[in-house]
């Protein structure tokens, strides 16, 4: 389904549902990059120091280095190619990592259990896409602290995590996330609105795989 999202009726309440994909045994936890060369124990301890200390993002112990989510953010997990294509329509949004072919954007604590009331009430719901949320008890490898300089191009840092929209230090970080839009609340890119256009592009990148299959085994 395409086109614009559908009013919401005064008084209505998204429902609230699971996160999308879950483990019976322990937290969710978005796949390891290979570390790149001249990771360390000095390294580490500098971007742990970073991400608590600067952004005050929690971290869990051992290496490799990784956030805590479900405390400060959420993550929305989606092929690269579909989040680079609804970045380019969304324009600002929040933090945003990259994570070899996958992308992680990072939304309002709380914002996993609401995408799949979401994306029923979007007409989402009975279709296949690969768009999963994160959100408490779940990991994410920690990206390469940003250094100032600009993003790498979309093959990443040797397979390595690393911010293509980097958060900002200080309270800002948590503002400029994604959340449900609340009548005289933060201003803060809408929920809603993200969770529609990563679906949208997420299902335009199936259905271009699926075409191109086909006509490979046609040409057989």
Known sequence: ????????????????????????????????????PGAGPRREEGARSWYERVLGWPTAPGVPLRLRVGLRFDVLDVPAEAGHAALARLGPSGPVAVLGERMLLLVAAGGAEEVPGLLEWLE??????????????????????????????????????FWLRPPK???????????????????????????????????RVRLAAGTAGAGGRRRR
């Open 124 to 161: 989402w719901g009975s279709l296949p896409l690969d768009l999963s949320a994160v959100g408490a008890g779940g990991l994410m490898e920690a990206p390469l602290v940003p250094a100032g300089g600009p993003a790498p191009g979309r093959e990443g840092r040797q397979g390595a995590a």
């Open 1 to 36: 389904m395409v086109g614009a999202l559908p009013p919401v009726p005064a008084g209505h309440a998204y429902p609230v549902a699971p996160v999308l994909h879950g483990s019976p045994t322990g937290p969710v936890v978005v796949p390891p990059p290979r570390r790149p």
């Open 169 to 203: 230090p200080g309270g800002e970080a948590e503002a400029s996330l994604p959340a449900l839009s609340v009548p005289g609340g933060a201003d803060a890119p809408d929920l809603a609105r993200l969770v529609h256009t990563l679906a949208t592009q997420v299902h």
